[in-house]
């Protein structure tokens, strides 16, 4: 399995945003380094899904980035993305292994360590780990875990840690610190006034 990149950008198809506009700013600034993770919203069709997923795997392509699929693994097969990223509300990470095969990337939700080893034990190759710190992106989520929290995680698994939930170019440092691999990010690139400075402030917080 190639190595995973370190800026996960997550798509923002919430009215009024444009996500294709976002990265293509993106991309050409992090390239391999960018993970994308095509994710609509619950009422969005899995046509709407497809069509996203497919154009963001082509513009993936050329700059040699991932595109990953969130929640819906059939649209991820579809398009021939690299994985999918599955957490409580979706399908089981064993269920997600068997479906997307043993050489996806398949990316599962952790909050805690227990639930952080069970999820690698059924074939999770890396944990987004979180919210940890408070964000309006996302409504219903606990409160968050802060780099303490990831760092309990980190210290319970061997598969990459992406830290998520309000995360910006400021707080990096404290969650690469807790020894998360790397971050996603929805607000902090997608409602930023430049998306491609934004990503840059963030591969430069991560070291990349
Ligand atoms: C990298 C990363 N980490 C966590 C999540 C959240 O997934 P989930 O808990 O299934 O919530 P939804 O994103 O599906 O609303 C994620 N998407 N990516
Ligand atoms: C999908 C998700 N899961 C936990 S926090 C979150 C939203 C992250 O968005 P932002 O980076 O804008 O806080
Ligand atoms: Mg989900």
Redesign the pocket.
């Known amino acids: 399995m190639p190595s995973l990149g370190r800026l996960?950008l997550?798509t923002d198809t919430r009215p009024g945003r444009n996500p294709l506009a976002v990265l293509r700013a993106a991309l050409p600034v992090a390239r391999a380094e960018l993970v994308v993770?095509v994710?609509v919203t619950d009422d969005a069709t899995d046509r709407e899904a497809y069509d996203l997923a497919r154009r963001t795997v082509a513009l993936c392509a050329r700059y040699g980035a991932t595109c990953l699929v969130?929640?819906r693994l059939h649209v991820a097969l579809a398009v021939g993305a690299a994985g999918g990223?599955?957490?409580?509300?979706?399908l089981p990470v064993g269920a997600a292994r068997r479906v997307l095969g043993s050489t996806a990337v398949l990316?599962a939700?952790a909050r805690e360590p227990d639930g952080a080893v069970e999820a690698v034990a059924a074939g999770a190759s890396?944990?987004?780990?979180?919210p940890c710190h408070a964000t309006s992106t996302?409504s219903g989520l606990p409160a968050p875990i802060g780099p303490a929290g990831v760092r309990a995680v980190v210290e319970a698994v061997d598969v990459p840690v992406?830290a998520?939930g309000g995360v910006t170019a400021a707080t990096v440092p404290a969650l690469r610190a807790a020894g998360a691999y790397g971050v996603?990010v929805i607000g902090a690139v997608s409602g930023a006034a430049d998306p491609a400075r934004a990503t840059a402030e963030l591969l430069g917080a991560l070291g990349c």
């Open positions: 996960h997550i993770q994710r969130n929640d990223h599955v957490g409580a509300d979706d990316g939700t890396y944990l987004g780990v979180g996302k992406i998520i996603a």
